[in-house]
C-alpha cells in the first residue's frame, strides 16, 4: 500500500479562484482541467492500491498583483480542501496553499493552515509572479518553514515567458513544467536554500525533471562562474543531497534509473499525479513498476519507508 505524495485536489473554490483572477488553465497550460471529485479519488486509491494522499492544489497558481485578494482567495481554497480532509481523515490529508510571491502573507496563511486546518505541510509553486524559489525576497518564508520542519511540495509553474509557436509552449506539461522544476532547484542550489534552511522536507516533481542530466553540468559550470565572480561558490551535491524526489509521470524505462544515479534511493517516493493523469493510465504504470523485477527491493521503500520519513513519522 502506498503513499501518494503528488495529487490534486480540484474544489469549487479553487475554480472560482481563477476566475475572479481572471486566469483561464487552457490559456496558462494548455489544458483544460480533469474533473475531480471525493468519491472518484477514494475508487482511483482502492484500484491503485494506495493508503494515504497528501492533496495539493494544481497548476496555475492563484496569484495576481493585489496581495489581499490573492490571500483571500488561498483562505478559501485551503478551508475547502480541510473540510474534505477532516471528512476522511484516514485517507487524506493535505499541504497548504499560500499566497507567494508575498511572503508575509505567505507565512500568515501557513501558520493558518497548519494551526487551525491541520495541514500538514505547504506546496510551492516552481515560480510565483515570476520569483522563483531561491530568491532572497522568500526567505523569510522559509526561515519560517525551517523552523516547522515542514514539508513543502514543489510543482511546476510555467514560466512567464515561454516561446508560443513551438508546441513545447503550447502544452505546458511537454517541456515547461519539468523546465520550471529544474530552474527553481538550480536557483535553490545556488542560493544554498538547502544548507540555510535544513530542516525543510522539499520534494521535488516528476522523477527530479531534467536535474540528473543538469546537476553535473551545472556543478562544472557554477565552479566557473565562481572563478569569474559571477554566483558564490557552492556545494552543489551538499544541497543536493537532502532533496526527495516524487516519481509522479513517467518514472519507466528511463527517469527513474537516472535519478537513481544522482539520489539516495530513500528520498524517493511516490506520485500518481491524478486526477490530471487518468487512473486507467496511472493503474497500468503502478501495475508495470510493481511487477518489475528490476524495482522489487525499492518497491517498499519508494511505497511506505520513504514516505512516512518524508511525513516526519
Known amino acids: 500500500m502506498a503513499i501518494d505524495f503528488h495529487a490534486h485536489i480540484i474544489t469549487p473554490e479553487y475554480k472560482r479562484g481563477l476566475e475572479s483572477l481572471g486566469i483561464d488553465p487552457i490559456v496558462a497550460d494548455g489544458f483544460a482541467l480533469p474533473n475531480w471529485s471525493t ?4 475508487g482511483f486509491m482502492r484500484e491503485a492500491e494506495i493508503e494515504h494522499t497528501v492533496l495539493s492544489s494544481p497548476t496555475p497558481h492563484l496569484w495576481c498583483d493585489d496581495e489581499r485578494l490573492t490571500a483571500k482567495i488561498h483562505r478559501e481554497v485551503n478551508c475547502s480542501i480541510a473540510e474534505i480532509c477532516k471528512k476522511y481523515p484516514d485517507k487524506f490529508s493535505f499541504v497548504a496553499s499560500v499566497p507567494l510571491p508575498y511572503a508575509h502573507a505567505a507565512i500568515e496563511e501557513y501558520r493558518y493552515a497548519k494551526e487551525k486546518l491541520g495541514a500538514v505541510g505547504v506546496k510551492l509553486t516552481t515560480n510565483s509572479g515570476g520569483v522563483y524559489l531561491g530568491d532572497p525576497l522568500l526567505d523569510d518564508f522559509m526561515r519560517e518553514l525551517d523552523k516547522n520542519r515542514a514539508l513543502a511540495i514543489i510543482h511546476p509553474q510555467r514560466a ?28 535553490m542550489i545556488a542560493h544554498k536554500v538547502m544548507t540555510k534552511f535544513p530542516k525543510i522536507r522539499f520534494v521535488i516533481p516528476h522523477t527530479g525533471s531534467f536535474l540528473p542530466y543538469m546537476l553535473q553540468r551545472f556543478t562544472g559550470v557554477s565552479q566557473v562562474l565562481a572563478s569569474l565572480d559571477i554566483m558564490e561558490i557552492v556545494d552543489v551535491q551538499k544541497e543536493f543531497q537532502n532533496l526527495y524526489f516524487d516519481i509522479a509521470g513517467d518514472p519507466e524505462p528511463v527517469a527513474l534509473d537516472m535519478l537513481l544515479m544522482v539520489a539516495s534511493e530513500d528520498k524517493i517516493v511516490y506520485g500518481s499525479d491524478f ?39
Open 275 to 313: 486526477p490530471h493523469s487518468p487512473a486507467k493510465v496511472v493503474l497500468a504504470k503502478k501495475k508495470h513498476l510493481d511487477e518489475n523485477p528490476k524495482y522489487t527491493r525499492l518497491i517498499r521503500k519508494i511505497y511506505a519507508e520513504n514516505e512516512r520519513n518524508c511525513l516526519g513519522k
Open 39 to 42: 468519491e472518484a479519488h477514494l
Open 160 to 187: 512567464a515567458e515561454y516561446p508560443q509557436t513551438l508546441i513545447t509552449g503550447k502544452v505546458a506539461a511537454i517541456f515547461e513544467y519539468p523546465t520550471d522544476t529544474t530552474r527553481t532547484v538550480l536557483n
